[in-house]
């Protein structure tokens, strides 16, 4: 997997190929200056003694070919780009300078993959016709040259003919061995103080160089300019000596590995292979060893340091240059997948409590417990927290006209969908009572939103039920509403219980009060009954005022909404207006409720305090003498 890794997951390839190229910028052992190659530069110098920059003056390159033939050189490479017509004098005597040189001579071409119109390839295939060519690319991996290809394909995109690339030619123009593959190219280092790895001097200079110096040699002609043909290598990162390097010196470094038969000293598959499984078991050993989290990190860290400085080490020796990426992230799987392996038994254990317990308590609980043992005590703790309390109308006449299997098989269905819903707002199920649900807010994990949740997962376990109840319904069988009551305030929440039997609950004047709103639907003629407490946290949710409810039992009043569901927004108005002008005790508030009733006597909201208006009361105040 870390091998896998290294080579297709971008970020790992990349930093794979950073790692190696800081190893060749600062830790190759130095080399001799190779002293088959010579470099003549078109450099600033070179262009100051010409008549114009571009394209390079024909006949100077023609003078300077005829000095150079006269030294003897073994071959020669002329990396400039030959486009474009100058003047018909210059342009023969660059071909007459060509064609009567003694030794062979390559030219780089380009095609359209370089910017060349059909026009500029044209001139460059009638100019260079007889001629040998070869390829100009310099070929990048994510910015950087790597490697050397022998081919390249020059012309339109995808159907250009494949050539030789530059070095390739030149290579078989001197009789030199070149590999069918591509090849990592080893760029040289001098020595401190040392020669340059490749000889270099002003092309305008060559008459006055000594013969000796290019008797039998390659010379390549290019440019070495700041800002044209210049890439970034090995050597350039981390700010090294070579912040970028010239196309002809590029060339040159890859022609100096085949005169020389050299490769780059990459380590075998095999002891790649070595490394990465020993580093694979160690991390899995690490991870199976009866040790604390930090010495097992000191130990895979110092494991980590001695590959990596011994892989230094060894490569500034002149060894090969091992993978280092690849163990190291091998020795972290095998530390991740040893570590998975030794958590089995209490994963299983965790695993098997969750599954045992998940069907009598919520999942909250179970992770609570989970995560802290020590709240298996008794106890409990004040918190501000929400509650829903539900109850199916008419339950006991439906177990009376139907068996008991067919009641239980309902009821299954029933809750299963009524607690998917509560867990899917993260609500702890508190206890299943008949035909009835408690589910709380805010507890045991803290929830700031839980009013929100409540007042939500109220409003979704409303649609589910009232579309449960009309699918039954058409299937023949009679099933009430479904009544749900919301509140929110302070409460004791816990484990209550005996030592031997306990039971993650709350308590509290709050907690009673939800489940009295929920029997609070059937004398106001609605199905969801929230606290002003719970609905006012909504600022886009539309809800109708209820009354200002005294509980049963009680002598403080809670302000009390329900949803709009179903009800026109034209008649949420006119309601509104009504139950305004009752709050007042304005009579227009009953003359506003006869007109409604008359308008939507099926509301069941309206239909009560038009009963209310009927019997001469007035204001919200509603006064509750049943549960």
């Known amino acids: 997997m870390a091998w896998l890794g290294v080579r297709h997951v971008p970020v790992l390839r990349q930093g794979s190929a950073w790692l190696e190229d800081v190893q060749a910028a600062y830790f190759s052992p130095p080399r001799a200056q190779n002293d088959d190659i010579v470099i003549l530069a078109i450099d600033e110098d070179t262009l100051a003694e010409l008549p114009f920059r571009s394209p390079i003056d024909r006949r100077f390159?023609?003078?300077?070919?005829?000095?150079?033939?006269?030294?003897?050189?073994?071959?020669?490479?002329?990396?400039?780009?030959?486009?474009?017509?100058?003047?018909?004098?210059?342009?023969?005597?660059?071909l007459d300078a060509l064609a009567a040189f003694p030794a062979p001579v390559v030219i780089?071409?380009?095609?359209?993959?370089?910017?060349?119109?059909?026009?500029?390839?044209?001139?460059?295939?009638?100019?260079?016709?007889?001629?040998?060519?070869?390829?100009?690319?310099?070929?990048?991996?994510?910015?950087?040259?790597?490697?050397?290809?022998?081919?390249?394909?020059?012309?339109?995109?995808?159907?250009?003919?494949?050539i030789p690339a530059f070095v390739t030619?030149?290579?078989?123009?001197?009789?030199?061995?070149?590999?069918?593959?591509?090849?990592?190219?080893?760029?040289?280092?001098?020595?401190?103080?040392?020669?340059?790895?490749?000889?270099?001097?002003p092309l305008h200079r060559v008459e006055h160089l000594p013969a000796d110096w290019f008797t039998d040699r390659i010379v390549l002609i290019g440019a070495d300019l700041p800002t044209q043909d210049r890439f970034r290598t090995p050597l350039s990162v981390l700010g090294g000596q070579h912040s970028t390097m010239a196309g002809i010196e590029v060339h040159a470094q890859a022609l100096a590995q085949l005169l020389e038969g050299e490769r780059h000293p990459a380590s075998h598959p095999f002891a790649a292979a070595a490394l990465l499984a020993v580093a694979v078991a160690i991390g899995c050993a690490l991870a199976l060893a009866d040790l604390r989290l930090p010495a097992k990190a000191a130990l895979a860290f110092g494991a980590a340091a001695v590959c990596w400085i011994g892989g230094f080490a060894l490569f500034a020796g002149g060894g090969p240059q091992l993978p280092l990426l690849e163990p190291t992230l091998g020795m972290v799987l095998g530390l991740t997948f040893g570590g998975a392996h030794a958590r089995q038994a209490e994963r299983a254990e965790k695993r098997f409590l969750r599954e045992a317990?998940?069907?009598?308590?919520?999942?909250?609980?179970?992770?609570?417990?989970?995560?802290?043992?020590?709240?298996?005590?008794?106890?409990?703790e004040k918190r501000d927290m929400s509650f829903v309390f539900s109850d199916l109308a008419g339950f006991t006449s439906l177990t009376e006209r139907h068996p008991p299997e067919t009641v239980v098989s309902l009821l299954q269905e029933y809750f299963d969908g009524m607690v998917r819903i509560a867990l899917a707002h993260g609500g702890t199920v508190d206890r299943l009572v008949g035909d009835g649900i408690a589910v709380f807010?805010?507890?045991?994990?803290?929830?700031?939103?839980?009013?929100?949740?409540?007042?939500?997962?109220?409003?979704?376990?409303?649609?589910?039920?009232?579309?449960?109840?009309?699918?039954?319904?058409?299937?023949?069988?009679?099933?009430?509403?479904?009544r749900i009551g919301v509140h929110t305030g302070a409460a004791i929440v816990g484990n209550v219980g005996s030592a031997a039997r306990f039971h993650y609950t709350a308590h509290g004047d709050c907690v009673n009060t939800a489940a009295r709103l929920e029997s609070v639907n059937k004398h106001v003629g609605t199905r969801v009954c929230a606290s002003w407490d719970a609905a006012r946290h909504f600022s886009d949710m539309p809800f109708r005022p209820v009354a200002h409810l005294v509980l049963k039992g009680k002598t403080v009043g809670v302000d009390c909404v329900t949803v709009c569901d179903g009800l026109p927004e034209r008649a949420v108005r006119h309601y509104l207006t009504a139950y305004e002008a009752l709050k007042r005790n304005d009579p227009a508030g009953a003359r506003w409720f006869r007109t409604l009733y008359r308008r939507a006597p099926d509301d069941g909201l309206i239909a009560f305090h038009w009963r209310r208006v009927e019997r001469g009361e007035t204001g919200v105040r509603v006064v509750l003498e049943e549960k």
């Open 169 to 201: 030619a030149i290579g078989e123009a001197a009789d030199v061995s070149v590999p069918a593959t591509p090849q990592r190219i080893a760029f040289r280092l001098p020595a401190p103080g040392g020669p340059p790895a490749i000889r270099a001097f």
């Open 108 to 162: 780089a071409v380009a095609g359209a993959e370089h910017g060349l119109t059909q026009r500029q390839r044209d001139f460059q295939r009638r100019y260079l016709e007889g001629r040998r060519t070869g390829s100009a690319t310099v070929r990048t991996t994510q910015g950087v040259v790597r490697h050397f290809y022998p081919t390249e394909t020059v012309g339109e995109s995808g159907g250009g003919a494949t």
């Open 441 to 482: 807010f805010g507890a045991p994990a803290n929830q700031p939103d839980h009013a929100k949740r409540a007042v939500r997962c109220a409003l979704d376990l409303d649609r589910y039920c009232e579309d449960f109840r009309r699918k039954r319904l058409a299937g023949g069988m009679h099933v009430g509403i479904t």
């Open 61 to 94: 390159l023609a003078g300077a070919l005829r000095n150079l033939a006269t030294k003897g050189p073994r071959a020669v490479g002329i990396d400039v780009i030959f486009d474009q017509r100058t003047t018909p004098d210059a342009d023969a005597a660059l």
């Open 357 to 380: 317990f998940q069907r009598y308590v919520s999942p909250s609980v179970i992770d609570h417990v989970l995560s802290d043992p020590d709240k298996l005590e008794l106890g409990g």
